[in-house]
C-alpha cells in the first residue's frame, strides 16, 4: 500500500517544497524566473552569492543548523554596520556636527535594538539539537567574531573624541549633567548611554542563550576552552564607562535641601 503521505512520485510534499525552494522561482507580475541572479535587485544586493552562503539542506547536520547559521552571519552584518556608522560618528564628533551626529547614534541604537532581538530567536534551540549542531563548530567562539572586536575597537575610538568633544567645551562627564549647561552636549552623552545599555543588553541576552543551551556552570566551558562563566562579567562592563560613572558622582554630591517631605503641602 501506498503510504498517504507520499505523493504519486514518491516524494513528500515537503521534499517537493525543497525542490522547488533550490531552484529559480516563476514571478507572475514580472513575468519571468527570479533567483538566477539576473535581475538588477539580485545584482545590487548579490542575493546569489549571499544565498549560496549557508550549508545546503541536504548536508544540515539539523533542519535548526540553517537558524544557527542565519542569526550569527546577520548578527555579523549588523556589526559590521555599527562599526562603519560608530566610525563616521567619531568624524561628526571631531567636527562638531552634533546633529548629524546625534541622528546616527539614534540608528546605532536601533540596530543595537535589532541585535538583541535577533539573538533570542536562537533561543528556540533546544539544547539537545545544540548539541548536534556544536560538533561541526570546531573551537569557534564569539570572542573570534570580527564584528564584536571591531566594536569593541570601534567604541575604545569614539569614547576618545567623545573626550575631545568634552575638552573643547571645557567640560567633565559629570559637569554635562550641571544646571543650565550645554543641553545639545548632553543630548550626545545620553544617546552615548542609550546605545552602551543596548550594547550591554544585547550581551546579556548572548549570555542567557548561552544558559539556556549549554549552561554556565563552573565547569561548563566553550569550545575555545573559555569558561562559560567569564560572560557574566563582560556583559555588565560599559563601552563609555566616564558616562556611567559620572552618575556616581551625582549621586555622591546628592543632598535633600530643596526637597519636600512626602505628604507635606508644596508651595504653588
Aim: proline content about 5%; aromatic content about 8%; overall charge negative.
Amino acid at each position: 500500500m501506498r503510504d498517504p503521505h507520499l505523493q504519486a512520485d514518491g516524494r513528500s510534499p515537503a521534499d517537493s517544497l525543497r525542490g522547488l525552494l533550490s531552484q529559480p522561482i516563476f514571478n507572475p507580475v514580472l513575468k519571468s524566473w527570479v533567483g538566477d541572479g539576473s535581475h538588477d535587485y539580485e545584482i545590487y544586493l548579490r542575493t546569489k552569492d549571499l544565498l549560496s552562503l549557508q550549508t545546503s539542506a541536504d548536508l544540515l547536520t539539523d533542519p535548526d543548523e540553517l537558524m544557527f547559521q542565519i542569526v550569527h552571519q546577520a548578527q555579523e552584518l549588523w556589526l559590521k554596520l555599527i562599526a562603519h556608522e560608530l566610525t563616521e560618528l567619531v568624524d561628526d564628533l571631531d567636527r562638531d556636527r552634533l546633529w548629524p551626529a546625534a541622528a546616527r547614534l539614534d540608528r546605532v541604537i536601533r540596530i543595537s535594538s535589532c541585535l538583541g532581538d535577533e539573538i533570542r530567536v536562537l533561543e528556540t534551540l533546544t539544547p539537545d539539537t545544540y548539541q548536534v549542531i556544536r560538533r561541526s563548530l570546531g573551537n569557534g567562539s564569539g570572542q573570534e567574531s570580527p564584528g564584536f572586536n571591531a566594536i569593541q575597537t570601534a567604541a575604545r575610538y569614539l569614547a576618545e573624541a567623545l573626550d575631545r568633544l568634552l575638552g573643547r567645551r571645557n567640560l567633565q562627564p559629570s559637569e554635562v549633567y550641571a544646571p543650565g549647561g550645554d543641553d545639545e552636549v548632553k543630548r550626545i552623552c545620553e544617546l552615548f548611554v542609550d546605545f552602551d545599555e543596548r550594547y550591554q543588553l544585547w550581551l546579556v541576552a548572548h549570555f542567557m542563550l548561552v544558559r539556556r543551551t549549554i549552561g554556565v556552570g563552573r565547569d561548563v566551558k566553550a569550545l575555545d576552552g573559555v569558561p562559560a562563566r567569564i560572560l557574566i562579567g563582560r556583559m555588565t562592563k560599559p563601552l563609555f564607562r566616564p558616562l556611567w560613572r559620572a552618575r556616581d558622582e551625582l549621586t555622591a554630591d546628592w543632598n535633600r535641601e530643596g526637597g519636600h517631605q512626602p505628604g507635606a503641602e508644596r508651595a504653588g
